[in-house]
């Protein structure tokens, strides 16, 4: 049975694979970044045509942090690849750097960054090289990190004026999992609305497939509205999408940004595992056109007695 035989029997089995990881890789700044973008890529031991996931972390994270998430999709057939944008902890820039107002600006660029460099980052990992599949592309993110991938799937960002400014999607993108993705701008908190201005979405363009996790129980410090905020990215975009709305759920979604993080206040490793299925199944589904373990998993939540969440698509 040869490697990528043997990779893809793993994945239909929903059996784990090897995984190979490299950190940290560099790509040069560029743009007034002022900082070399540190990414981490990790991928499945054997196999050949894989795709790709860029992963864009929440505030203050880092290219280390989401194993639950990152380590997961790696064994079951993709390439997962994490940058560390500038709010990163581990950067440690003051909030009074001129770059600050601009971050939000400079973590999309490292995302089409990533994608311009793939062929870079692909020769840079012992064992890869010609095993990637660059036309199966997906973006990932949670909270601030989903806004940013958002804009890569076509949401936009409204100006003053509210009309919607730059397009920024990228059709090299194929699919998206949106995890905590925040909702619409109008009812921003005062401390929200002046010193974050790019929550201001439009999602009436963003029309590449998705998948969108929200809690039930995420109650936002930046919104005046309750949970109901997080569904916004599901009702106004265009279809095709998914929403997966996770019961007793709070912002880290069970703890998806690590193991025993301390930000993690709604602690359920069944929740997080739920999501590392219907993510998986969902990447699969669109990126590789198989769709059985998506169906079979849709089922499955819908039969469930005491289901963690729901699921509904359009």
């Known amino acids: 049975m040869s490697d990528s035989t043997t990779a893809h029997a793993h994945k239909i089995a929903n059996v784990p694979g090897k995984v190979i990881s490299a950190m940290p890789l560099v790509l040069p700044a560029s743009g007034g970044r002022g900082e070399d973008l540190q990414i981490r890529v990790s991928a499945p031991a054997t196999g050949g045509d894989l795709p790709v996931i860029v992963f864009s972390h929440g505030f203050g994270g880092s290219m280390s942090g989401y194993a639950p998430l990152a380590d997961h999709w790696a064994a079951h057939g993709f390439v997962v690849i994490q940058p560390t944008h500038l709010d990163s902890r581990t950067l440690n820039i003051p909030a009074e750097d001129p770059r600050t107002p601009a971050i939000w600006r400079f973590r999309i660029e490292d995302i089409t960054r990533v994608l311009d460099g ?8 012992p064992g890869l090289a010609g095993r990637v599949d660059h036309d199966r592309i997906a973006v990932a993110g949670h909270s601030w990190g989903a806004q940013t991938t958002s804009t890569l799937l076509g949401a ?87 929403l997966l709305t996770l019961f007793e759920a709070e912002h880290s979604l069970g703890g998806i940004t690590g193991y025993q993080v301390t930000e993690t206040t709604d602690e359920s490793p069944e929740r997080v595992a739920l999501i590392q299925h219907l993510t998986t199944a969902f990447l699969h589904s669109v990126l590789r056109g198989e769709d059985a373990d998506w169906k079979a998993a849709v089922k499955a939540l819908e039969e469930d007695a005491n289901p963690m969440g729901t699921l509904q698509s359009k």
């Open 118 to 125: 793939l062929d870079v980052l692909e020769a840079s990992v």
């Open 156 to 242: 936009r960002v409204l100006d003053s004026d509210g009309k919607p400014g730059e397009d920024m999607s990228d059709a090299r993108v194929k699919a998206g999992v949106l995890l905590a993705l925040t909702g619409l701008g109008d009812e921003l908190t005062p401390f929200a609305a002046e010193h974050f201005p790019f929550m201001k979405p439009s999602f009436d363009t963003m029309t590449t497939p998705a998948l969108i996790v929200a809690g039930d129980k995420d109650q936002s410090q930046l919104s005046t509205r309750g949970p109901d905020w997080f569904i916004d990215p599901y009702i106004y975009s265009p279809a095709p999408k998914s």
